[in-house]
């Protein structure tokens, strides 16, 4: 008796891996249809996906990938982020000795630094570049406008938590980039210094004092990013990229070229149904990624069961991203200056590389630069899906030949635009210049940052006009603003040098 108990005993170790499996899963092996929906449906990560996936979602090249990356960073940041809060010290006199412990002392303390810093950028880039393809592929049309608004807050809020990470190190290069942001916080008083109000209403400074809890960048500041950086951003970012991904498969899963309405569905003939495609046949991943496979069109025969096609699909996307990450964690270090110091300003004082374009305009006004243009830029996207209402060309890159067309020739007016001015202000400089007396508020409304708007908007004005389509200047506007976007960060970047002077490289730099 003892016996059989004791071989039963050995028996369900042997057989422990299997039933800890099934257990955990709450389901069969994932080997017909029914059971690989049940994989997805029964799983609580998994079932953010449907069931079964349209083929066109699966291209590679239709969706790049980049939103799969974007949340991928956002899990590499929490986690290495938690990581360095066990180290790190939200204090003025300590942040930078903690930060110095984490590089040199702590093991492996460096490789989680340098893999948090990267993928923050990385966030940022992979953000971007989903938008740009959200945008050209007409996705954020009817019924993808909320989420396309629900991206513009997600974007934000990316920017908000890289930018308030920039601080916590302590080191002369957070604390002078801080200090640009700062006083952009503060430039509304551009405005009331103008009308003579500020003794009255003083919105700039109380937005400054807001974000800093005191006068100055010092201990109440240091608190405050922290808390923002670690609490309050994450949960925002996280509650977001939920919603985001609910809506998505509320809005009819992710956006695909529309089928032509007068191509029937199923028609008959003598008397018999005829399927414009075959719905038994399944479609291999690999004739989907070369693009051998169907000919797609959103029946639902075009479809895949998402276990696993999809499934391999972000895995793919997040071991790559993985490795990214921790490639640059193990071969390039994370930055540290010296310790911040308010008697020595940083010269140039640079803010992080998504912010240097807009810095370009705030070397003219700070307002204009740091929140007219934004402001004005973010409603405009924001605006889009409300604007363009025509239903066409959902799906496709750059909706069609004509889109190309505007597209290309946009982004050359955008470059001669840009460029032009950027060389006249070098050559000729600007107001401030040429009139030393001037009214500031002269500059804040009439400086390149607000030229470049007015020429882009006519431009654009002058597409839809000229091609009877406001999806065309909604691609000629959007195409100028990233293009002069993209000059302005690369000519702030490596052009603009101490006192933000020009020098064609940095090694041209002065040495003192
Ligand atoms: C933290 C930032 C973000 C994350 C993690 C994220 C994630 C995703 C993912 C995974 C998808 C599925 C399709 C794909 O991978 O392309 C998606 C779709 C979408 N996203 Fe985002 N996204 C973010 C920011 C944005 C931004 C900035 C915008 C635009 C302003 C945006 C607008 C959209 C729209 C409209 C869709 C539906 C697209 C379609 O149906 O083809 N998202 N997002």
């Not at 949340?71 to 290495?80: K, P």
Request: hydrophobic content about 45%; aromatic content about 12%; charged content about 15%.
């Amino acid at each position: 008796m003892i016996m059989s108990a004791l071989k039963d005993m050995l028996e369900n170790l042997k057989k422990l891996p299997v039933n800890l499996l099934e257990s955990a899963r709450r389901r069969a092996p994932a080997t017909s249809d029914r059971t690989r929906s049940q994989a997805i449906f029964a799983n609580l990560f998994l079932h953010i996906n449907s069931t079964r996936v349209n083929i066109n979602s699966l291209r590679p090249l239709y969706t790049l990938g980049v939103g799969i990356a974007s949340a991928t960073f956002f899990s590499i940041l929490s986690l290495t982020g938690i990581l360095l809060m066990i180290y790190y010290k939200p204090s003025a006199t300590e942040a930078y000795n903690s930060i110095k412990d984490i590089h040199y002392i702590v093991p492996t303390g460096r490789f989680i630094r340098n893999i948090h810093r990267w993928s923050a950028h990385l966030m940022v880039i992979t953000v971007l570049l989903h938008m740009v393809r959200v945008f050209y592929t007409s996705s954020y049309k009817k019924p993808r406008e909320w989420n396309w608004v629900i991206g513009m807050g997600l974007l934000v809020l990316t920017f908000a938590l890289s930018f308030t990470g920039y601080l916590l190190p302590w080191d002369q290069l957070a604390y002078w980039a801080m200090t640009i942001g700062v006083n952009i916080a503060g430039s509304a008083r551009e405005l009331t210094d103008a009308a003579g109000i500020t003794s009255l209403i003083d919105a700039g400074g109380l937005m400054r004092e807001t974000l800093l809890g005191s006068k100055s960048l010092g201990e109440d500041a240091i608190l405050r990013f922290y808390f923002l950086h670690c609490i309050l951003l994450p949960i925002l970012l996280t509650a977001l990229i939920s919603i985001h991904f609910w809506r998505i498969r509320k809005d009819g899963g992710l956006s695909r070229p529309d089928e032509p309405e007068d191509e029937p569905r199923i028609s008959l003939h003598n008397g018999q149904p005829v399927f414009p495609r075959d719905p038994q046949k399944t479609y291999g991943l690999m004739a989907v990624i070369k693009g051998t496979g169907p000919n797609v069109n959103n029946g639902p025969e075009d479809t895949l069961p998402s276990w696993p096609n999809l499934l391999y699909a972000e895995l793919a996307v997040f071991i790559i991203c993985t490795a990214i990450a921790l490639g640059l964690g193990l071969f390039l270090d994370a930055p540290l200056k010296e310790l911040a110091n308010p008697n020595i300003p940083e010269n140039p004082a640079k803010a992080p590389w998504y912010f240097l374009g807009l810095q370009e305009i705030v070397s003219y006004s700070a307002f204009s630069g740091g929140v007219l243009i934004p402001t004005i830029v973010l409603i405009g996207l924001a605006l889009i899906p409300y604007l363009d209402r025509e239903k066409n060309y959902v799906g496709i890159w750059f909706s069609n030949r004509n889109g190309k067309t505007v597209a290309f020739l946009s982004l050359v007016f955008s470059i001669i635009i840009t460029v032009s001015l950027l060389a006249f202000t070098i050559q000729y400089g600007w107001l401030r210049k040429w009139f030393p007396e001037i009214p500031q508020l002269f500059i804040t409304l009439i400086n390149p940052g607000t030229l470049y708007a007015l020429l882009f908007s006519l431009w654009s004005l002058l597409i839809i006009k000229r091609y009877n389509s406001i999806r065309l200047g909604a691609i000629a506007l959007f195409t100028c603003f990233l293009v002069g976007f993209l000059i302005l960060t690369f000519f702030a970047t490596y052009n603009r040098g101490p006192n933000w002077e020009f020098y064609w490289w940095p090694s041209m730099w002065p040495a003192h």
